[in-house]
């Protein structure tokens, strides 16, 4: 896929780290799989992986972290 961002690179499956900050909690997202762009590095997640994410950063933050870091597991 072409990057929609710089429009010179293409996307590549890896990993990234995802921050996520809502109000005082700040909570970072180790190994999320993602297509990232081999020019600019901007990544592009699935609706899955959305999804996963968004949830373990709302228990995080419900749970009354102000900073936590998570490694995501993803079912293979």
């Known amino acids: 896929m072409d ?14 780290l995802v921050t ?17 762009c081999s020019n600019c590095g901007h990544y592009y997640l699935s609706e899955e992986i959305t999804a996963e994410v968004l949830q373990k950063g709302n228990e995080a933050v419900a749970n009354g972290a102000e900073l936590e870091v998570i490694k995501l597991k993803v079912a293979s």
Do not use: F, Q, W, Y
């Open 3 to 16: 990057c929609d961002l710089c429009k010179v690179g293409t996307t590549t499956k890896g990993v990234v």
């Open 20 to 36: 996520l900050e809502k109000g005082n909690s700040i909570i970072l997202i180790k190994d999320v799989p993602a297509d990232v």
